[in-house]
């Protein structure tokens, strides 16, 4: 994580604020990298609850959510024949004649073994190094029909040289403004929840300017504002209705509740970190 590396640089104490993914909040954390914030300046009545109290900040001491997705498959009906309803699903469609070699899935250690593990009906944060060798086994037997590691690939599967692709919400919307006959879905039974998040420095030089900027940030008609530009949720209750009329495919910018549900952030957990990495490393070596 690029936030992560600059912070802990000489020039890491010239920020005020920092926004990690929600797996790297808990680390910058416990190296003492943020400050604990004080909730009294933070007009938390502008967050969906729905995104606080998660795993990687229970209390949210140190982060207070800005945006979130997820990752799902998109794919052209007309390719696969079938609906992609599963993990497993998308694991058996790509290796079927026609779909072998236009399959693109995320250039991210976890997320690959999480395909397997989902498809598995396990947690993908598992800490068994067992788990997490036999998800990467059946990453390595499906390399061979992957055609890169590359969840931002718009033209790819827009020009039809990739028929099915691992992206996320937002990713998978510009397509579909581009080809509206792609189908995006969150497979069954699981898949990720990834949040951003506003958070400040442990060294930060100017902590009311950054108390200051959080709150603008948060305010509903900058939350809408910034939803439109990036073309995800941020973290205003009830946002969808609020959204101007002629915003393109704007179910698509969304988690349905039910989806939602199903959605878990993920923990880096050092002790195995390096093996997933290197399990990853396995997988894109047995794809070239």
């Keep these: 994580d690029a936030a992560f590396a600059k912070l802990n640089t000489a020039g890491g104490d010239s920020f005020d604020i920092v926004v990690p993914s929600s797996d790297f909040v808990p680390v910058m954390a416990q190296r003492g990298l943020l400050q604990k914030l004080d909730k009294s300046r933070i007009p938390l009545k502008y967050v969906d609850s729905a995104l606080l109290a998660k795993s990687f900040d229970p209390h949210n001491d140190y982060s207070i959510p800005k945006d979130y997705g997820t990752i799902g498959v998109i794919y052209d009906p007309a390719a696969t024949k079938h609906p992609i309803a599963s993990w497993q699903d998308f694991l058996d469609a790509g290796a079927a004649p026609g779909i072998s070699g236009k399959v693109e899935v995320p250039d991210v250690p976890d997320e690959n073994l999480g395909i397997a ?85 442990a060294k930060a030089p100017d902590v009311n300017q950054a108390y200051s900027f959080i709150d603008f940030m948060l305010q509903p008609d900058q939350q809408v504002k910034e939803c439109v530009y990036i073309g995800y949720p941020t973290a205003l209750p009830n946002l969808e209705p609020k959204l101007p009329k002629n915003v393109p495919l704007r179910d698509a910018i969304f988690i349905k509740p039910a989806d939602f549900a199903r959605l878990t952030p993920h923990v880096i957990h050092p002790s195995v970190q390096g093996l997933v990495e290197n399990l990853y490393n396995e997988i894109q070596a047995a794809a070239a």
């Design 117 to 201: 593990l989902w498809a598995a009906g396990k947690d993908w944060n598992t800490d068994s190094e067992s788990e997490l060798r036999q998800a990467a086994d059946v990453m390595k037997a499906f390399a061979k029909h992957i055609k890169a590691f590359n969840e931002f690939d718009v033209t790819g599967v827009t020009n039809g040289s990739v028929v099915m692709a691992v992206v996320t919400q937002g990713t998978a919307r510009t397509m579909m403004e581009q080809k509206r006959s792609l189908k995006f879905v969150i497979p069954q039974p699981a898949s990720e929840l990834f949040v951003d998040n506003y958070c400040i420095v």
